[in-house]
């Protein structure tokens, strides 16, 4: 596609549900990462795939956290029994290889209630 | 990779040249100068990048002082669209390269 697609872009949730965010990549990119914005603050780095690996989980705030991605296409990010410091926008990027220049979706903004 | 210094905020009037600066002192040698904005509510946008030799693209140019040691992104004429954060991110290209945000400096472009 023309750039980085995220979905959906607005969604809210109770507290305890679990959600499912969607990032279609830029065709041909093979790293994807994803970050977290609280209001106001800055964007915390989440996780990144080289493909369909994930060698850096690092910023994954809980186990609550995890995501996947699949032929080397979409990735999901899923928080289970979401809390109302989960709320964020949800950002994920892609780059033609890792070390490039990286490209950013619109975002996904959770709010949990 | 290694840390960036940027000023909290600064202002420049529209039509005029925005330099905003960024100290990365301790950079070392294959790690690259990012620069990325993010407008109000939207996702962060590249700018342009460079290792050690000036460069310039459609949207600013990039000057990279002889040591490495800091840089100045340059917007040639400053419009009200260009108000935004800009993060300027030191970044190697190895194989756990993530680009990790500070909290950048906000630009106001004023009328």
């Known amino acids: 596609g023309a750039g980085v697609s995220q979905s959906p872009s607005n969604k809210v949730t109770e507290k305890g549900k679990d959600v499912e965010l969607r990032c279609d990549p830029i065709s041909g990119h093979t790293a994807l990462y994803w970050y977290r914005q609280r209001l106001g603050q800055g964007l915390e780095f989440l996780i990144y795939?080289?493909?369909?690996?994930?060698?850096?989980k690092s910023g994954l705030p809980s186990d609550r956290f995890s995501a996947e991605r699949t032929g080397e296409s979409v990735s999901t990010l899923t928080i289970q029994r979401t809390q109302q410091e989960d709320s964020a926008v949800y950002l994920c990027?892609?780059?033609?290889?890792?070390?490039?220049?990286?490209?950013f979706g619109q975002g996904t903004r959770l709010t949990v209630v | 990779d290694a840390k960036t210094t940027q000023p909290t905020s600064m202002d420049c009037a529209e039509g005029r040249a925005a330099n905003l600066p960024c100290n990365h002192s301790?950079?070392?040698?294959?790690?690259?100068v990012y620069w990325y904005r993010q407008i109000h509510s939207q996702g962060p946008q590249y700018i342009i990048h460079?290792?050690?030799n000036n460069e310039t693209n459609e949207m600013a140019s990039l000057i990279i002082t002889e040591d490495r040691k800091s840089s100045t992104l340059i917007l040639p004429h400053a419009t009200l669209r260009d108000t935004a954060v800009y993060y300027c991110i030191v970044r190697s290209t190895g194989a756990n390269s993530k680009l990790t945000f500070g909290k950048g400096i906000t630009l106001s472009v004023r009328p």
């Open positions: 990027a892609s780059s033609q290889v890792v070390g490039r220049e990286a490209f």
């Open positions: 301790t950079i070392s040698g294959n790690e690259y």
């Open positions: 460079g290792l050690k």
């Open positions: 795939f080289q493909g369909n690996s994930a060698p850096d």
